[in-house]
């Protein structure tokens, strides 16, 4: 059973940068595929970004594309959301979320093809 760990929420000003991190442990990270979700208060789960398990793929929602950058570090079981030009429509509570097998683009936007979530963790931007 895959365990994910998210950290690195917090508050930060419109137009600032903030890093999360999610760690996991339970299984064998690099055979993992991983995603990025958020999900504000009275709003859908919304897709943030993927990574596959080499890291040779990267896939962004379109609120978010060119601002953030997701990345992976298969030694240290850990998977990275750099945040940067943060508008206040990105406070959310971010949920990192892993899944074993191989999907196309369009379907790593989709909640329902992960297998693990993590708890999730705060980020509040300030307007």
């Known amino acids: 059973q895959v365990q994910l760990v998210e950290s690195g929420g917090g508050l930060v000003q419109a137009g600032g940068s903030l890093g999360l991190s999610c760690t996991a442990s339970g299984g064998t990270f690099s055979d993992l595929s991983m995603g990025w979700f958020r999900q504000a208060p009275g709003k859908e789960r919304e897709f943030v970004s993927h990574i596959s398990w080499s890291g040779s793929r990267t896939y962004y929602g379109d609120s978010v594309k060119g601002r953030f950058t997701i990345s992976r570090d298969n030694a240290k079981n850990t998977l990275y959301l750099r945040m940067n030009s943060l508008k206040p429509e990105d406070a959310a509570v971010y949920y990192c979320?892993?899944?074993?097998?191989?999907?196309?683009?369009?379907?790593?936007?989709?909640?329902?093809?992960?297998?693990?979530w993590g708890q999730g963790t705060q980020v509040t931007v300030s307007s």
């Open positions: 979320a892993a899944t074993q097998k191989v999907y196309t683009r369009d379907a790593v936007a989709k909640s329902l093809i992960y297998d693990y």
